[in-house]
């Protein structure tokens, strides 16, 4: 079975930087998306198989990059200069397509999310 475990969210002030953790159990293109109270979730970075390909909502892009270690089986979410707007709880998505998506129905696993919240 395939297990998607996010890590790392917590409380931050704006203009701070945090790195969520994703565990998973195999080779597949993975992905963040995030939901913010009341609103539909979205798509935030996503790295494909082979971890050459990025791709990164303009919300976020030039301030949140994504890597991947697969020694270890880890997906990682590195956020800076973060905003208000930012706040959400975010989850790690697995895909077994070899490329990139930003389509949530592309996404064949998901974990169960860990909150984010930027605030003074």
């Known amino acids: 079975q395939v297990q998607v475990v996010e890590s790392g969210g917590g409380l931050v002030q704006p203009g701070d930087s945090l790195r969520l953790s994703c565990a998973h159990s195999?080779?597949?293109?993975m992905a963040w998306f995030r939901q913010a109270p009341g609103k539909e979730r979205e798509f935030v970075a996503a790295?494909?198989?082979?971890?050459?390909?990025?791709h990164y909502a303009d919300s976020v892009k030039g301030r949140f990059r994504i890597s991947r270690d697969d020694r270890k089986n880890m997906v990682y979410l590195q956020m800076n200069s973060l905003k208000s707007e930012d706040t959400a709880v975010y989850y790690c998505?697995?895909?077994?397509?070899?490329?990139?998506?930003?389509?949530?129905?592309?996404?064949?696993?998901w974990g169960r999310g860990t909150q984010v919240t930027v605030s003074p």
């Open positions: 998505a697995a895909s077994n397509r070899w490329d990139t998506s930003s389509t949530i129905g592309d996404y064949d696993y």
């Open positions: 195999g080779k597949y293109t």
């Open positions: 790295i494909n198989r082979s971890g050459r390909k990025y």
